[in-house]
């Protein structure tokens, strides 16, 4: 704790919990180490995340896969997180790196509240991700890559927002769907075909997992549903009431009819 | 060279705590009272805005009476040392107790080796899981700690307030009851029987944020209607 009594207080104030740790815990911080010279060996990486916005809010969906090099390294892993009340982010990337950045930016968002006394705007959230991304740079430049794809609920504007970013801390705000990670170009495909205006929150929820079902299909770093150990995507639904997630229950009725209505079909793709 | 006066240390230390007494004695009082719900914290504070309570982390909360200036920076370093420790360990691992104990140390220091001390009294307050494992500390200007069992009163008029919190305090009040005894605690000094709802500034940590919210964060500020209504509710 900083000695409360010392005349420059008002200087070191902050409301930003990563400008405090890099004024006095550096240490800490996921992405400020100098790495020497060398191959990074190899760690695990997180795949694919969807996400789409529908009429009063946005979901995101993450498969639960992470691999490492040819092996799978977790089938349990989880890559969507609630970032605060109103807002969502998945990861895609390094996996180490990148759930140490989402507990940093969860912990950013809850100490704002507290000092402030009030929430960050959505696009506030949106930059302050940004800005923790372009920080890991160094890092991406080792391989080290860690991709978000950010969503909320704008209070103000009263609808569901998607971002999404580069790896230098650009931020781009989508429209409609978008996805990261290495199936993501197979789920965008299906995200095209799937998604309509006018969706309900739980056709929404149907359109995440069976995109992330098609991105499985051909993307071997991507896991599908497992009625084996009776895993299911991660899916987070934010809108006016905040976010939630989608109960194992739900999810396990989705990804049963969408495996039930393809084998049906009995179509090759 | 001017020749300084010798004052003993006894003198000293008298001087700077009734300075700081005398700082705290002007300012309203804040009342915090474990109950069946969990701990309701109360404040006489006519400000919407100039909190006295504050959240600290997802059990923990903070109360405070004195020159806002000093608290309010005595709560944000307690924030910040809060998250912290939760970012490096884990979120279990936050503690009233440790939070208390570095706030007596701060509280310490200054009172000893500043020009002023601190015009302030804090409350650290940590919800259980049951009313048996709540913890409350009081802290004073000098840096002393007192583990309180059941209600912490501070503020110009603690011993008044306290006597008539002491008298109706029972552990089985549910958030309505210790509210309404709080805000008529607080009004002991004064003419009227209870203060109005928009006079009082007042945050509950519930018992068990999960399965009644969703949140891990115990803390709750209660609105000025959810407070008239909770006033209004019949016991």
Redesign the interface.
Known sequence: ?????TGH?ATQ?TSS?IE??QR??PE?LPFTQALPAGQVPPAPHATTIVALSYPGGVLMAGDRRATMGNVIASRHIEKVFPAD?YSVMGIAGTAGLAVDIT??FQ?EL??YE??E?TLLSLDGKANRLGAMIRGNLPMAMQGLAVIPLFAGFDQAAGVGRLFSYDVTGGRYEELEHHSVGSGSVFARGALKKLWRPNLTEDEAVAVAVEALYDAADDDSATGGPDPVRQLWPVVYTVNRAGA?RVSERELAAIAGTIVESRAVAGREA | MTQQFYVSPEQLMKDRADFARKGIARGRSVVVISCADGIALVAENPSPSLHKIGEIYDKIAFAAVGKYNEFESLRQAGVRYADVRGYSYDREDVTARGLASVYAQSLGAVFTAEQKPFEVELAVAEVGHTQADDHLYRLTFDGSIADEHGFVVMGGLAEQVAESVAREWKADLDLAGALRLAVKALAADKEVDALPGSAVEAAVLDRSPESGRGSRRAFRRLRAEDITQLLAGEA
């Open positions: 704790m900083q000695d409360p009594s207080l104030a919990f405090h740790l006095s815990r800490l009340e507990r940093l912990v809850e100490h507290k000092i006394g939630r």
